[in-house]
């Protein structure tokens, strides 16, 4: 658990309703500005790859610490 709380930070904070929010806006945010940036790096050749590589975890990372902050603010886990 103490592994999960240095990669995810925020997701632990959620414990009331407007951290919660917060953290969720975050991610999306995170996903979204980081998305914007490897879609545009997706079309050159070279890089195409790599940033399709790249996209998918950061994706893999915004889902897995909204998951993480909806499970901390229902209090299943601790």
Same mark, same amino acid.
């Given at each position: 658990?103490?592994?999960?709380?240095?990669?995810?930070?925020?997701?632990?904070?959620?414990?009331?309703? *407007?951290?919660? /929010?917060? =953290?969720?806006?975050?991610?999306?945010?995170?996903? %979204?500005?980081?998305?914007?940036? +490897?879609? !545009?790096?997706?079309?050159?050749? *070279?890089?195409? /790859?790599? =940033?399709?590589?790249?996209?998918?975890?950061?994706? %893999?990372?915004?889902?897995?610490? +909204?998951? !993480?902050?909806?499970?901390?603010?229902?209090?299943?886990?601790?």
């Amino acid at each position: 658990m103490d592994i999960l709380k240095k990669i995810f930070p925020f997701s632990f904070k959620a414990k009331e309703l *407007v951290p919660f /929010i917060i =953290t969720i806006v975050i991610y999306l945010v995170i996903d %979204l500005v980081c998305g914007f940036a +490897i879609g !545009l790096l997706s079309h050159i050749p *070279v890089v195409n /790859i790599l =940033t399709g590589i790249l996209g998918t975890l950061l994706g %893999l990372y915004g889902l897995i610490g +909204i998951v !993480l902050s909806i499970l901390v603010f229902l209090k299943v886990v601790k």
